[in-house]
């Protein structure tokens, strides 16, 4: 049985970093391929970045690239969403999800998720 539990949300100011975790169970996610998604308040959840199987890392969201990073620890079995320069629209609840076959940035072809953690980002 998969199971993905993300770590790391809470509240921070503008300016501020954080690092969430996604640990796995029941998948070996240097065998998938992982992404974090975002759903702020009213908003539809969207894709932020990609790490596949081989390590190739994809960004899919312009106003996040060069302040989130994507990594990945085959030894704890985790991958992590380094957020750097947070903004108020960064506020969301935030997941990690994971699939077989390739990066891709719809949430529709993600079959395994985690309960997501919320991220607030307010002076």
């Known amino acids: 049985q998969v199971q993905l539990v993300e770590s790391g949300g809470g509240l921070v100011q503008p300016g501020e970093s954080l690092r969430l975790s996604c640990a796995a169970s029941?998948?070996?996610?240097?065998?998938?391929?992982i992404a974090w998604f975002r759903q702020a308040p009213g908003k539809e959840r969207e894709g932020l970045l990609c790490i596949s199987s081989s390590g190739v890392r994809l960004s899919y969201v312009e106003s996040v690239k060069g302040r989130f990073t994507i990594s990945r620890d085959g030894a704890k079995n985790a991958v992590y969403l380094q957020m750097n320069s947070l903004k108020p629209e960064g506020t969301a609840v935030y997941y990690c999800?994971?699939?077989?076959?390739?990066?891709?940035?719809?949430?529709?072809?993600?079959?395994?998720w985690g309960q997501g953690t919320q991220v607030t980002v307010s002076s």
């Open positions: 999800a994971v699939r077989r076959f390739g990066c891709n940035s719809a949430q529709a072809v993600y079959p395994y």
């Open positions: 029941g998948v070996t996610l240097s065998d998938y391929n």
